[in-house]
């Protein structure tokens, strides 16, 4: 099943408001904590899709069961949402609309009033998870830092 499954049966004008009724309730229900454990390892599982690198190889992509990824997105919205006052005034990332842009162009506007002798420093972590070392015992000292401007 794919997420546009579950658009048209939300659309459709026979029996969508009901199919709408029965989602909801399912999706609280997985929320809730109470999938029954013989279709757990199914539900929260995943296709394994193997795409070619550009170096060589393969990376392994897994792609979870469309229903547990709307209730993964229902939980996240509803966290972000109880989250956002409390992290706003620290991060721009989680619950604040345009946040990130808002940075970047507060970021250039603070950039373009510097003193000619004062510098700005942006540090852009590349992939910092898949470049861990796996047999490091200090995971939080071995990422790559890909640009210093």
């Known amino acids: 099943m794919r997420p546009q499954h579950l658009k048209d049966l939300v659309f459709c004008r026979k029996a969508g408001t009901d199919f709408l009724s029965a989602l909801t309730g399912f999706t609280n229900t997985i929320m809730a904590g109470l999938c029954p454990s013989h279709v757990s ?9 193997a795409l070619n690198k550009k170096s060589g190889g393969f990376r ?36 604040i609309p345009g946040g990130c842009e808002a940075a970047i162009h507060s970021a250039r506007r603070y950039l373009q009033s510097l003193p000619a002798d004062h510098v700005m420093v942006k540090l852009d972590f590349a992939n910092a998870f898949n470049s861990l070392h796996r047999s490091s015992s200090s995971s939080s000292s071995s990422f790559i830092l890909k640009h210093v401007i």
């Open 60 to 95: 392994p992509i897994a792609v979870g069961v469309t229903l547990r990824r709307l209730a993964s997105k229902c939980a996240n919205a509803h966290g972000a949402a109880r989250m956002a006052p409390t992290l706003g005034p620290r991060q721009l990332g989680v619950g």
């Open 41 to 49: 390892s199914f539900f929260f599982g995943g296709r394994l899709i």
